[in-house]
């Protein structure tokens, strides 16, 4: 399969251009797919099984940019075992292909197993004729029974191309050059030190090549012992003179290295954590021994003086600036819930050796978090506000801290704002940007409405041209439940009484002269955001102590008339929050806006709400811990709205990016009982209060 990478999708995905289909279904020892080689300018492409199948494919691009695949071409040779394949680079001319194989036909018709012994590993040359559109199998040089893994030079322009043939304790480059070839032999440095035995030796089993901007080529290849070393060669003339070898650094065993162009090393472990290493320095100052390979004797069968080294602390590479989590291998598993969550846990032993480890795998969406701040008291509630309603960034943090409301400024750093207009020296239930200048403070006594914030230039944290009109309950009355939005206001009082209030031209409150009694207690109120195009949303939600929920109508009806129930639905224990959001869903049965009540049992609900005759229908349920389940309103993603539940843990209501289908996802935080959107002008998130700690 090809595939193009499109990052301006969202999310970034990769799109499938070509879909080929060359074997049977399973792993099969003769069905192409265990190796995958290109050609380094993208020409061609070959795969290889481990016996005897190659199939060589050649890429062709359009005016357009498209890539076209053509027919396969085969490369066949029965009874043969490959061990590697790379692509070579030799600039423009017709694309070669370099491998390790394993001719064991003369074994195979032997039938004292004597043959196998005199088996050989052959380095084969496949070279890929454009113009003739067929691939022939060039040369073939016997290579040392070890060998093990390849690794090309680079070729045309660039370099004297060719290969390094890896195998036990050596490191061969050869190249095909007028039908000649070319050797160079080194042998692998070995570990020196007390516990070290001198005779144990080594194999290459990971490396990669990499070209600087002055075009000095080298490569770092990793040792069994997870020891890496940098190797260089000397071509002056366009031919390898001799290669050079020094100890690098010493990192975990990797199956695949990469050097990233920024300035990092990742090495994909097969055991254990991949990590990401920022280069310090290429070695260049290191103070390791240099060995040649005019040091040892290119015949495989000829002595010579093993060389060594000394490891040491991590020199060249600092220590992992990223960690990718890995569970391989997993010696043993268990899956319980001993502290008795919403749902089991995965605990696994996993690693080898010194990277061994004890670790817990659970259900839930991981939590930067940014800042953790202490508050003179423990705070109760939270929320941010813009000053004006086209405004890009929230300017207010405002805190209700045992009776007594602070108001933050959020500007280069977050200090406390005075002269806001806010009403300090009580608790605030609730605080709204209104309008297009306005804000509400919503308290038990009444409502605030102050308009015209302004802070000057000079960073000061005193606010000016400050307006304050406040809105008075009744005698007796106080208000035990808000909902608002930019336009529209709702209040529950002690009595049992909804007022209801609307955003007038000028940007106060209007009152309207309907409202509702109810006999019962209001726990809770919500209403949704204001759609886009209309000037108030249309229905709102009523939590009662009866254990129901409440739809009102906020549009005026053909006789002019708001504030008519039109639905009840009936609950398993009292309300303790409500939401109203639009959210995304492409499920089946999908919907747009959804009622989201928490129980003080602990329970969550989530029913869809009919955009056009405010019926509540498609019930889901869900238990999220013994405590009451209170909501905040935030985005996630890529802006996308979502519903964020608090209680015993916190939950996140969320639309997938990939499927575009609601998600009920824990989060991997600690529990908190206040939360509010924060839009900053580099932090975009949430911002939560947990006792005295702001987050």
């Given amino acids: 399969m090809t595939y193009e990478y499109k990052p301006d999708s969202k ?5 499938t251009v070509h879909f080929e289909t060359f074997g049977k279904s399973q792993v099969r020892r003769v069905v192409p797919g ?5 050609d380094p300018k993208g020409r061609a492409i070959i795969v290889a099984s481990t016996e005897k199948n190659k199939l060589v494919y050649t890429l062709t691009r359009s005016t357009q940019g498209g890539i076209a695949i053509s027919s396969p071409l085969e490369a066949h040779k029965p009874q043969t075992l490959m061990y590697c394949l790379i692509g070579l680079d030799v600039g423009y001319d017709n694309p070669m292909f370099a491998a390790i194989e394993l001719d064991f036909s003369s074994a195979e018709a032997d039938p004292t197993g004597e043959a196998l012994q005199d088996l050989q590993k052959d380095l084969v040359y496949y070279e890929l004729d454009l113009g003739l559109n067929h691939i022939v199998r060039k040369w073939s040089e016997p290579v040392d029974r070890t060998a093990n893994i390849l690794f090309s030079l680079p070729g045309g322009a660039n370099g004297p191309s060719g290969v390094l043939c890896c195998g036990e304790d050596n490191i061969t480059y050869r190249r095909i ?5 070319q050797l160079h032999r080194l042998a692998i440095p070995r570990r020196e030190g007390a516990t070290e035995d001198p005779n144990r030796k080594r194999f290459i089993v990971a490396g ?3 070209t600087l901007k002055g075009r000095e080529t080298f490569f770092l290849l990793q040792t069994d012992d997870g020891d890496l070393f940098k190797l260089t060669y000397d071509a002056p003339d366009g031919e390898v003179q001799k290669l050079k070898i020094q100890y690098f650094d010493t990192i975990p065993l990797a199956t695949s290295i990469c050097v990233l162009k920024a300035g990092f090393v990742f090495a994909a472990c097969e055991s254990g954590d991949r990590s990401l290493y920022e280069i310090h320095s290429l070695g260049e100052k290191s103070k390791d021994p240099i060995f040649e390979s005019s040091q040892f004797p290119t015949d495989p069968l000829a002595a010579y003086n093993a060389p060594f080294f000394r490891p040491r602390p991590l020199l060249n590479l600092l220590k992992p600036v990223y960690t990718l989590p890995s569970l391989n291998p997993i010696m043993d598993m268990e899956v319980a819930n001993p502290g008795l969550l919403d749902a089991p846990q995965i605990y696994t032993v996993s690693g080898e050796s010194g990277r061994s480890s004890f670790r817990t795998t659970k259900n839930a969406l991981e939590v930067l978090e940014l800042i953790d701040s202490e508050l003179p008291n423990e705070a109760s509630s939270v929320w941010t506000t813009k000053l004006r309603a086209d405004d890009d960034t929230d300017t207010l943090i405002v805190m209700c801290l045992h009776s007594k409301t602070l ?14 207009g806010f009403l300090v020296e009580t608790n605030t239930l609730g605080v709204q940007q209104f309008g297009e200048d306005c804000i509400l403070q919503i308290h038990p006594s009444g409502i605030r409405h102050i308009q015209g914030i302004e802070f000057s230039d000079d960073d000061s944290d005193a606010a000016t041209h400050v307006n304050v009109t406040d809105w008075e309950t009744p005698a007796h009355r106080t208000i035990v439940a808000c909902a608002t939005n930019n336009r529209q206001v ?33 726990k809770c109120l919500a209403m949704p955001e204001v759609p886009e195009g209309s000037v108030r949303a249309y229905f709102m939600a009523v939590g009662c102590s009866d254990q129901t929920v409440r739809i009102f109508n906020l549009s005026p009806d053909m006789e002019g008339n708001i504030l008519r129930s039109i639905s009840v639905q009936g609950l398993s224990a009292k309300p303790s929050d409500l939401t109203i ?7 089946p049965h999908g919907s747009s806006q959804f009622l989201h009540i928490g129980l003080e049992s602990g329970v969550y609900i989530r029913s869809v709400l009919d955009d056009m005759t405010g019926e509540i229908g498609d019930t889901r349920r869900r238990f999220l811990g013994p405590g009451a389940v209170t909501f905040a309103r935030v985005t996630a993603g890529d802006g996308e709205p979502a519903v964020l539940a608090m209680g015993s843990s916190p939950w996140l209501a969320y639309t997938h990016p990939t ?24 932090i975009r998130g949430i911002i939560c209060v947990s006792g005295t700690e702001l987050r």
Avoid at 177 to 181: E, I, P, R, S, Y
Wanted: one cysteine or more.
């Fill in 11 to 15: 999310p970034p995905e990769f799109e």
């Fill in 34 to 38: 265990e190796y995958l080689a290109t």
């Fill in 177 to 181: 050059f007028n039908n000649k070839q």
């Fill in 208 to 210: 990669t090549r990499h």
């Fill in 407 to 420: 108001v933050l400024r959020i500007s280069d750093d977050v200090n406390e704002a005075f002269n806001t």
């Fill in 490 to 522: 709702a209040i529950a009082l002690s009595s049992g009484q909804i007022l209801y209030f609307e955003c007038d031209s000028d940007g106060s409150l209007a009152l309207a002269e309907e409202e509702v009694a109810l006999d019962v207690t209001i």
């Fill in 581 to 587: 959001n639009y959210m995304t869903d492409k499920s």
């Fill in 659 to 682: 499927t575009k289908v609601l998600q009920l996802t824990p989060l991997n935080y600690i529990p908190f009982h206040s939360a509010w959107n924060f839009d900053g002008s580099s």
